[in-house]
Structure formats: structure tokens, C-alpha cells
T-cell receptor
Framework: AQSVAQPEDQVNVAEGNPLTVKCTYS??????LFWYVQYPNRGLQFLLK????DNLVKGSYGFEAEFNKSQTSFHLKKPSALVSDSALYFC???????????WGAGTKLIIKP | EPEVTQTPSHQVTQMGQEVILRCVPI?????FYWYRQILGQKVEFLVS????????KSEIFDDQFSVERPDGSNFTLKIRSTKLEDSAMYFC????????????FGPGTRLTVT
């Protein structure tokens, strides 16, 4: 069965430091991987995706993510965190022929000034 | 920038009542979805809709639920007889294609069943 794990409920980072939000997945076929961000009282906003090709994908607001097939991971990264990056981050996976996204539990990212 | 919109933002209903949640997907998108998120839990897929029919549904999407695209712009989720456990945030989403296309989400409708 498809699944997504985000092992950290919360990540705390000082402003200006690099950040990483972890995600691992399990699918039987080729995965399509996505990161979304949710600000308070807002919907889910698309950040970036991996479909095929380069393992490092770049997205909105300076975020990037690295696809690692052997470790079945898709960690979200940013070289220098901003206070405004504080939000809830969700990793999601879709297996090729399916329509639905399978979601991780979310990681709360807190950036301290 | 085009957005998915949802109405109402908050709906309070009594157990056993019918509710209709409304969504306007992005205009050139062809695939439509409903997800829900019970407070403190994961986002869960309910249903996807393409070419005027359901393309995939989850176990959650039982006979109590139905979806419809009544005209060229709206996409609705109906819950026939609401239960307390239907209380959740309901998100509508749309995408241009299936497969690797990202889904764009609306702001959600918070449904409270009392």
C-alpha cells in the first residue's frame, strides 16, 4: 500500500540557517512526489514536485527537494530560512496510474528570528 | 493568478441534515478532487472526477457522498445525512492533467456537524 512518512512533527530553525523537512515514501511503482505548504486558515499551496529527471528539483520561495530513490526519500530543503517560512509542510505521493494523492501527517516548521 | 474557490468557508449543520459544499475549479483544468482533513489528522482523499464521472474514490466515499458538476464551472460535494464524524475541513482541488500534474487546492470549507 502507498504511504508517506514525515518523521518530525515539528522542526525548529534559526532564521538564516539551512532547513530540512524530511519525507519518506512507499509505493509499488514509480512515484510522483509533491510538497505543499499550509499557512494558518489557508488552503494547501503547491511548492514543488518530482516527476522524472534531475533528482534535485527547485520550487517556489527558494525551496528545493532532493529525490533519493534508494532511500525512498524526498526531503525538502532551503539554504537560508526566513521567519515567513513558518508554516505546516506536507509531503504527498501519487503512484503513476492513480488519481489520488497520499499525504504525510505534516511537519510544523518554526523559524525563529 | 487563477485560484480554486470554495463556498461556504464554514458550514454548521445538525446531524442527519444534507449539506452541499461548492467549489469552482480553475477554468482550464480537467480533473477535480475532494479531500478532507479531520482536525489533527492527515489529509484524506475522497474522490476524483473527470469527464463527468468519478474516476477514483476512496473507502470513505460511501453512499452518503456524491459529487456533481452541474454546469461548466461548479463542482459540488453532497453529504446526504451528515454524521458527527463528518466534521472536518473539506478541500476541493483541480489539475490540468492526471499523472504528474500538481493539484491546486481551494481554501477549504470547515464543516461542523452538531
Amino acid at each position: 500500500a502507498q504511504s508517506v512518512a514525515q518523521p518530525e512533527d515539528q522542526v525548529n530553525v534559526a532564521e538564516g540557517n539551512p532547513l530540512t523537512v524530511k519525507c519518506t515514501y512507499s509505493v509499488s511503482g514509480n512515484p510522483y512526489l509533491f510538497w505543499y505548504v499550509q499557512y494558518p486558515n489557508r488552503g494547501l499551496q503547491f511548492l514543488l514536485k518530482y516527476i522524472t529527471g534531475d533528482n534535485l528539483v527547485k520550487g517556489s520561495y527558494g525551496f528545493e527537494a532532493e529525490f533519493n530513490k534508494s532511500q525512498t526519500s524526498f526531503h525538502l530543503k532551503k539554504p537560508s530560512a526566513l521567519v515567513s517560512d513558518s508554516a505546516l509542510y506536507f509531503c504527498a505521493v501519487r503512484e503513476g496510474s492513480n488519481y489520488q494523492l497520499i499525504w504525510g501527517a505534516g511537519t510544523k516548521l518554526i523559524i525563529k528570528p | 493568478e487563477p485560484e480554486v474557490t470554495q463556498t461556504p468557508s464554514h458550514q454548521v449543520t445538525q446531524m442527519g441534515q444534507e449539506v452541499i459544499l461548492r467549489c469552482v475549479p480553475i477554468s482550464n483544468h480537467l480533473y477535480f478532487y475532494w479531500y478532507r482533513q479531520i482536525l489533527g489528522q492527515k489529509v484524506e482523499f475522497l474522490v476524483s472526477f473527470y469527464n463527468n464521472e468519478i474516476s477514483e474514490k476512496s473507502e470513505i466515499f460511501d453512499d452518503q457522498f456524491s459529487v456533481e458538476r452541474p454546469d461548466g464551472s461548479n463542482f459540488t460535494l453532497k453529504i446526504r445525512s451528515t454524521k458527527l464524524e463528518d466534521s472536518a475541513m473539506y478541500f476541493c482541488a483541480s489539475s490540468v492533467l492526471q499523472g504528474g500534474s500538481e493539484q491546486y487546492f481551494g481554501p477549504g470549507t470547515r464543516l461542523t456537524v452538531t
